[in-house]
């Protein structure tokens, strides 16, 4: 297919059958950023190996079904720092945020894990565009249409707040939050330009909210935790103020995912109404997987014509979810959001690092031939 046709697609075609991002790395992948971060290949023969593990996962999506596609977030550590390490002027150091803790018996892969923090000590700036040259190979290597994630800046400032940002470079925290949203704008318009026309924001960080224990860490960076919600609503709309009207911007609001663990938990209801009300996006990828994310209600909130994402199929574990309770499920959101503005997912990627979640490749197919089939009997379509 052609660009230009696989763009139309993108921007027309209303995907009931959806992956988040990331999926489970080959070990030969694996072994080469191995090998690389060793020093013993180098970034050709790292870029070799992953156009061709980021071939073959192109060739397993479409297999299943699916009429959008990935590149599997092949060619990243995880699911944010490779694309904020290339900005410059950006250090990222281990994890001792205030704003993070973790109770005892929480549900975690790795119960000490602090995530990183980003330390911005100069102003932010780029080289040029980041992911172009991603997406460009990836629709490249599909009929289908190609979409794009971009990690929120949010993830630049929630681990430490004023504390990471430099008071010299940014005096006002404002002109931080201006750079970062200039930036973004930027490497949209250059997606674009390339032919781009769906595009995905992460952002955990929003689910952090729905936390006591991260509020109350948010307050003692000394910072109110509804207003810097609202400010990081803001920082996100003022990303894609300027996309053009024929590209769709989604954005995934998770509760952590990394080797099958989680960082928050709670309802969207804490949220929604600042969350689903004020953000610009045009379509909701959303976690529903488990108890831990609370009921449907809360997408009463969102807009009129806006399209919401159910993640019923769960990442985290390789047992294969019940065609009728999840269709059950589907009927239950629709009390709150119509039908025809729904569509299905897993709750988050498979690999949101590279070790990627505790299930095995014929797992991941199966959950998403599972969402393809179900999609099909629902809507009649992918």
Known sequence: MEPALQSADAADRFFRAETVGS???????????RQFAAGAIGTDELRRVEDRAIADVVRLQEDVGLALVTDGEYRRENWWIDFVSKLRNVVIRPG???????AAGEDAAEPDYVPKEVLTVGKLAT???????????????????AKVTLPSPTRMHFHGGRGVVSTTAYPDIEDFYAD???????????????????????????????SPRMREGV?????DPDARLARYIQLINDCIAERSPQTRIAIHICRGNARSGSLSEGSYEGLAETCFGGLAADRFLLEYDDPRSGGFEPLRFIPAG??????????????LESRAELRRRIDE???????????????CGFASVVEGNRITVADEIAKLSLVVELA???????
């Open 23 to 33: 999926l489970l790395r080959p070990d030969d992948l694996i072994e080469a950023r």
């Open 96 to 102: 001792r945020s205030a704003a993070f803790t973790r």
């Open 127 to 145: 080289d040029g565009p980041i992911l172009v040259s991603d997406y460009t190979f990836l629709a490249s290597q599909t009929r289908y249409a």
């Open 180 to 210: 970062a949203a200039a930036i973004y704008r930027a490497e949209i318009a250059a997606l674009e330009r390339a032919g781009c026309r769906y595009i995905q924001i992460d952002d955990p960080v929003l689910a952090y909210f729905l």
């Open 219 to 223: 307050q003692a960076e000394g910072d």
């Open 306 to 319: 806006k399209e919401v994402v159910l993640g019923l199929v769960t990442t985290k574990h390789p047992a």
């Open 333 to 347: 959101a629709a009390r709150y959001v119509p039908l025809e503005r729904l569509a299905i997912s897993p709750q």
């Open 376 to 382: 099909r009997e629902i809507w009649g379509e992918s």
